[in-house]
């Protein structure tokens, strides 16, 4: 399993999540603030798909906002995972305020926990990585501090009075507990992966009220950097929500009037374009959707042929059957020359398509098959 999800993970105290917006892809970082910055300023190297910090991950542009649809459990179920998680560790964290000690199968409970985020994090994207790494990083803040708390009030109830033994630590873990439930792990947690259970609604602003919710901008920062003397730059950085980073996206997407399209229907990556009339992102990606554009066609009109063949014969079929003045004997006879032929027609159509007839021979057999009609309708002078 990933060595950041074990108890010897040393936890970052400002741990926070960055991202930086280009026309050509988008960068998010994640590490403590002081190591985010100097990313910027001195453009440490790059350690993409590796667990060290700063963890760098650069993507096409648009995969920040395609990243809360993606599903990285096994069933697809992510909020289920990410629920289960949260809640799990959540206990395990109750039962460090409490006097009795741990039950046998803590480790047990805590070691699926990892696991479930370290399958989030090794098959999800940056906005997954950094959730994961939050929640354990914050689980294993309030693990320490309050084991430490506890163990200290029990170190100290065994040095008092045996008859204030009991009330006296009773009394200390009422404070701790009320500590921790002012720490409200579970409520940090849930508020950052709040965006995973509304997945693609994000793609719009007007679909995700939560962007507009100013109470989701209290810990976002806006940090200006000035790169190798160039014009000066910025990136945003958040800790408890990602909200922020979706309204400085579309932002972005505003000052440069461009639109963010999901998918291109050639290459299937995400991009940016002055219209969402544009369905390709790249002039290869274009070059080669009127390839495939042309080759089906040519393939539609190899087609063409017996298919006008049949259109025109139902036609005038349904023409013939409408005419007025046949008589009931002419009609009796005709309904039933129709239904003979359409019977017939879709069986040598099955044969055309298996290769048993050829479609020349199909197209003659239908030109009779007029004449048929014809001598039914209007019957020659003997």
């Not at 399958?119 to 354990?136: D, E, L, N, P, T």
Request: aromatic content about 12%; proline content about 4%.
């Amino acid at each position: 399993m990933n060595q950041i999800f074990t108890r010897e993970f040393q936890t970052i105290p400002d741990l926070c999540f960055s991202l930086t917006v280009e026309r050509n892809k988008e960068t998010a970082v994640i590490g403590s603030k002081e190591e985010v910055w100097e990313y910027y300023c001195k453009k440490r190297e790059c350690l993409s798909g590796e667990n060290g910090f700063p963890m760098i991950i650069e993507s096409p542009p648009g995969s920040f906002l395609l990243d809360f649809g993606l599903k990285c459990s096994d069933n697809g179920y992510d909020d289920v995972v990410w629920g289960q998680v949260i809640h799990a560790l959540d206990v395990l964290l109750h039962r460090c305020v409490r006097e009795e000690p741990s039950g046998h199968n803590d480790r047990e409970t805590e070691q699926e926990a990892a696991e479930s985020l370290d399958m989030m994090f090794c098959g999800g994207s940056a906005a997954h990585k950094y959730a994961a790494v939050f929640i354990w990083n914050k689980y294993l803040e309030a693990y320490k501090y309050l084991n430490e708390r506890r163990k200290s009030i029990l170190d100290g109830g065994r040095k008092v009075k045996k008859e204030y033994l009991k009330s006296d630590v009773r009394e200390r873990f009422a404070m701790l507990d009320e500590w921790f439930l002012g720490k409200v792990f579970k409520r940090q947690a849930e508020r950052l992966i709040e965006p995973f259970m509304k997945g693609n609604a994000i793609l719009s602003r007007d679909s995700y009220p939560l962007i507009k919710n100013p109470a989701h901008f209290d810990d976002a920062e806006f940090m200006t950097y000035s790169p190798y003397k160039r014009r000066e730059k910025g990136y945003v950085q958040v800790i408890y929500s990602f909200t922020p980073l979706m309204k400085y996206y579309f932002d972005k997407l505003d000052e440069w009037k461009l639109k963010f399209q999901p998918e291109c229907i050639v290459c299937h990556k995400p991009f940016l374009t002055k219209s969402l009339r544009e369905k390709t992102c790249s002039e290869e990606c274009k070059k080669r959707r009127n390839s495939e554009s042309g080759a089906e066609h040519r393939e539609r009109e190899s087609k063409r042929g017996y298919r006008r063949s049949v259109n025109n014969l139902r036609q005038y079929t349904y023409r013939l059957q409408k005419k007025e003045g046949l008589s009931p004997a002419v009609k009796t006879k005709l309904d039933i020359t129709v239904k003979q032929i359409y019977q017939e027609m879709k069986q040598n159509k099955e044969m055309v398509k298996r290769g048993a007839m050829l479609e020349s021979e199909f197209i003659t057999w239908i030109e009779k098959q007029h004449m048929t009609l014809d001598d039914i309708v209007y019957p020659k002078s003997r």
